[in-house]
Structures are given as structure tokens and as C-alpha cells.
């Protein structure tokens, strides 16, 4: 009896492992059933990977005059399964060189650095024509400041205040400190030039004192789904009032190397009453990026991001330009000149 007994133990406890070993295998079944196969790693089908992926994830076509179904018969015949690693490179960047866009990079083991999408930053065009330690020695007064984690410098021209952001992120947590030391001045010159752009969202949270209202800015959309017209809705992105209202007069300067989230920032800057535009149009690359990459390794970045100003326009590809257009030379430069900077004074 006592064996019949442990028979009849071993024999349920063996039915309970059984069942936990067919879940198991269930599952695993399952798992070749719910995720796609991985794609194949080879020229053509990284090509029709790339093209796909844009296809149904990029949200900007239309801004940037782009038909994707043409580039994909102009560069589709080009690759073959023995295309090498380098030309289909090539095919790549000139792919997504017809988008004209910033946000859109490549990365791979093949070259050491990014490739843009915008020939602006992919050939560094006028990338000289700005130069923060020109400021600093010709035109500061005394000792310049930083704060910020070095993303910002500031200082006096004599009776103005000056302030250029590196970046758009943690370092706006400490503009307060700056406008206390800004306090007396009778006017602040704000410096987007060669601002390389962030998290736009802390312009947002810590601009309050540039304002004494809530200002409408811009609104957005993003990517839900394959098709062309899966966006999630509108999403609108104001500034609100928050601290001692900075109600002088605020003189904005900008290039073409102010993008991303600096380009963002202009526009908050743009529907402020107190603020002058100088310098040149901004790059003109708003939506928000994201990464993905290939089979083989190679790192690319996307927009799935639709951004329209407060006036109902998108100025995706196109820019934010100044109320008074001026661009440094370099003769200039050489002289220790920075003629941007002084017609942003001259609005004073």
C-alpha cells in the first residue's frame, strides 16, 4: 500500500511538471508566432529595411518636398546582394540626403563621424563664422561668467546684459542666477548661434520669467501608426508666467546652426512682445528624433514629429528668419569683429 501510495505521489507530481513543461514549450511555440522573423542582413534588404522604416515613420515628407517613392526607384536599382558595405553607404547618405534634415543621421563602424542629412552641418557650411572666445576677449566686460555646467556664459557690454546658451537642457535651471546679476541692465542680447540643440522642454519649464502671461508657441503631433495619417492629436506647448517679469527689451540672435530644441526655443522667443530677431534664419529641424538601427549595426535617427508655429505655419525645413538679417565674414572675424553681435547692440 505504501508503495501504491508513492506511485500514486510520484505519478501527480510528475502530471504537475508535465503541465508546467508543455506552458513552457507552449510559450516558446507562441513566441515564434508573435514576433517577427529578424530581418536579413544583406545589402538589398538593409536598403528596403531603411526605405520601409522611413515610409511609414517619418513625418515630415511633405514639409521638406520629399516624393519617397521616387527616391526609392532612383536608389533601389543600385544595390545588389554584392554591393559592398562602402558603396551602399554612399547609397544610404545620398537616400536620406533628400530629406535636407538635420535630425536625420547615420551612423557606422565605417567612418568616424555622423553623417547629417543637412548639408549645412554634413559640410559644416559657415560652421566659422561665430566664435565665443572672440566675445569673451573683445567684447565683455571684465570677467565673464558661466553657470550651468558651462552651457551658459554671460556678462555686461556696457549697459546690456549678455547671455549665449551652449545647449538647451539642466543648464536653464540656473537662468534666475543670471537674471538677478542682470538686474540693473538696460536691455539683454540672447545668443542662440551655434546652439546645439537638447531637451527643448526646459526653455519651457524655466522661461516663465520671460513672460507675464501664458503665450501660446507651438503645437505638435507624432507618429501613432504606419499609415499617413495614423499622428496622434494635437498637442499645444505654451509658456507661462512664473517669477519677477523680465520686461526689458530682449534682442535674440541666431544662424543657421541654431537648431533641434534651440530652434524650438526661438520660437518661444518669437511670440514674446519685448524680443528683436537678428542674425540669420535658424537650420529649421523641429520634430523630436528618435533611434533605431539596422541589422548589421549601423545607428540611424528619424523624425516622427509634425511641429506648427502659433501662427498655423510649420517652418520645418525652412526656418525661423530674423527681423534683421546679418551674417559675420571672416575678414571680419580676423579683424576681431564680431558685426552680428554689434548690430544686435545697435537695436538697443
Known amino acids: 500500500m505504501y508503495f501504491t501510495l508513492l506511485q500514486t505521489i510520484n505519478f501527480r507530481k510528475m502530471k504537475k511538471y508535465f503541465i508546467i513543461l508543455s506552458s513552457i514549450v507552449f510559450l516558446f511555440g507562441c513566441k515564434k508566432i508573435i514576433f517577427e522573423p529578424e530581418p536579413a ?74 553623417f547629417f542629412a543637412d548639408s549645412i552641418y554634413n559640410l559644416k557650411i559657415d560652421d566659422d563664422l561665430f566664435d565665443l572666445d572672440l566675445i569673451k576677449s573683445n567684447y565683455l ?43 540693473s541692465v538696460d536691455g ?11 531637451n527643448f522642454t526646459y526653455a519651457f519649464s524655466e522661461f516663465g520669467r520671460f513672460t507675464n502671461q501664458e503665450r501660446f508657441v507651438f503645437r505638435s503631433k507624432t507618429k501613432s501608426g504606419p499609415g499617413s495619417d495614423d499622428y496622434t492629436e494635437w ?49 529649421g529641424n523641429y520634430g523630436t528624433k528618435i533611434g533605431k538601427e539596422l541589422i548589421n549595426g549601423w545607428y540611424y535617427t528619424i523624425v516622427t514629429q509634425k511641429i506648427e508655429f502659433m501662427d498655423g505655419q510649420s517652418y520645418e525645413g525652412i526656418g525661423m528668419a530674423p527681423d534683421f538679417y546679418i551674417k559675420n565674414t571672416l575678414s571680419e572675424m580676423a579683424n576681431g569683429q564680431d558685426k552680428t553681435l554689434e548690430e544686435a547692440i545697435s537695436q538697443f
Not at 531603411?50 to 521638406?64: G, V
Not at 555646467?149 to 556678462?155: K, L, P, R, S, V
Not at 539683454?188 to 537638447?198: E, T, V
Not at 517679469?245 to 522667443?269: E, Q
Request: proline share 3%; with cysteine; glycine share 8%.
Open 41 to 114: 542582413n544583406n545589402p538589398e534588404a538593409l536598403f528596403d529595411e531603411l526605405w520601409s522604416t522611413f515610409n511609414t515613420d517619418y513625418a515630415c515628407f511633405d514639409e521638406r518636398n520629399v516624393n519617397w517613392q521616387e527616391q526609392y526607384d532612383f536608389f533601389r536599382p543600385q544595390v545588389t546582394n554584392n554591393t559592398s558595405d562602402q558603396d551602399l553607404l554612399q547609397i544610404f547618405k545620398g537616400l536620406l540626403a533628400t530629406l535636407n534634415d538635420a535630425h536625420v543621421q547615420l551612423t557606422t563602424p565605417l567612418e568616424e563621424d555622423i
Open 141 to 183: 566686460d571684465n570677467n565673464y561668467l558661466e553657470n550651468g555646467y558651462g552651457g551658459n556664459t554671460y556678462g555686461k557690454i556696457g549697459n546690456l546684459g549678455y547671455l549665449h546658451i551652449k545647449y538647451i537642457g539642466d543648464n536653464l535651471l540656473s537662468i534666475n542666477e543670471i537674471f538677478d546679476d542682470f538686474s
Open 188 to 198: 539683454l542680447i540672447i545668443d542662440l548661434r551655434h546652439n546645439f540643440g537638447g
Open 235 to 283: 498637442y499645444n506647448w505654451s509658456i507661462f508666467p512664473d517669477g519677477e517679469y523680465y520686461d526689458k527689451p530682449i534682442v535674440l540672435i541666431t544662424d543657421r546652426y541654431t537648431g533641434s530644441a534651440a530652434d524650438r526655443t526661438t520660437m518661444a522667443f518669437k511670440v514674446l512682445p519685448n524680443v528683436t530677431h537678428v542674425g540669420d534664419t535658424t537650420n
